[in-house]
């Protein structure tokens, strides 16, 4: 009977032992430290309005679980477990990922969209945008829908795209969503998260320059510091910027000259029939 008790009792702490060594026990003991909200399951990551106007959350179906929540004064931030059923074939295995989203509280970003050329979540409604940066451009998808969103690419941002081929980033009004492509490994995830803080910090950080700055200043600005834009894309930004963007055309103008002339020449026989008709028939 002893040796049925202390087999018992030892299962009983090898059990309670494999229950806090859990991914998700894991987790949750990082959020408690970091003073952050801690779900193991929540059945959304950011609000209704957010999710619907963010193509990363209408592609497919999602389920979360080991969700972080925390806040600050700029942004309302949820980190998750994501796992995606990219079809409903019964085959086909789920994708986990880890996620990163923001939901800023009075800023607002340019639309954007930069996926791996081969990732399920590249495909976009968006417009097409090449950096002329090859290391990025031979890996990454871009999506935007205005120019504006040229100027995101800070050299902060330049390097990381340079340096990791696995990225997703989605912007959209007030929202933010970033992952990997990976279920990140309990080891990696304070890596993760600063990494995502970081490049939120960055981006709250051009909102804030676009918002002081006449946005003209701001593109000369953002293209001096960086050595690599090259010729072509900062002419292109900085006339869509300046309020002088528009330029003479000789050929243009020569065609509203001889518009004028064919005009007044048709008004002319235009009256000259009319006097004609008038004066002529009366006689």
């Not at 060594?21 to 909200?37: D, E, F, H, P, W």
Request: net charge neutral; charged share 20%.
């Amino acid at each position: 009977m002893t040796w049925i008790i202390s087999f018992f009792v030892a299962a009983c702490a090898a059990g309670l032992v494999a229950t806090t060594r859990t991914r998700t026990a894991q987790l949750a003991s990082i959020a408690k430290a970091n003073g952050y909200t801690f779900d193991k399951r929540k059945e959304s990551i950011t609000t209704q309005q957010t999710a619907g106007r963010l193509e990363f959350f209408t592609l497919f179906f999602h389920q979360y679980r080991n969700v972080f929540t925390f806040s600050d004064s700029l942004a309302f931030i949820r980190l998750a477990d994501d796992t995606i059923f990219t079809d409903d074939k019964p085959g086909t295995k789920p994708l986990p990922v880890t996620v990163l989203t923001a939901e800023l509280k009075k800023k607002q970003f340019p639309q954007f969209k930069a996926a791996p050329l081969a990732s399920p979540f590249a495909p976009s409604q968006q417009a097409l945008m090449k950096t002329n940066i090859t290391e990025i451009d031979n890996r990454y998808r871009i999506h935007a829908t205005s120019p504006v969103a040229g100027l995101l690419f800070t050299p902060f941002m330049i390097n990381l795209f340079k340096t990791r081929d696995n990225i997703y980033l989605e912007l959209n009004e007030n929202a933010l969503v970033y992952h990997e492509h990976t279920l990140v490994p309990l080891e990696e995830m304070e890596k993760f998260r600063f990494r995502a803080i970081q490049l939120l910090g960055e981006l709250e950080e051009f909102l804030e320059q676009m918002e002081q700055n006449d946005p003209m200043d701001t593109a000369t600005t953002f293209i001096t510091a960086n050595k690599e834009f090259d010729e072509e894309r900062a002419s292109s930004l900085l006339q869509h910027f300046s309020n002088r963007s528009i330029k003479y055309d000789g050929k243009n103008s020569w065609r509203g000259f001889w518009f004028l002339i064919l005009l007044l020449i048709f008004v002319g026989i235009t009256l000259l029939s009319w006097f004609v008709l008038r004066f002529g028939l009366g006689k």
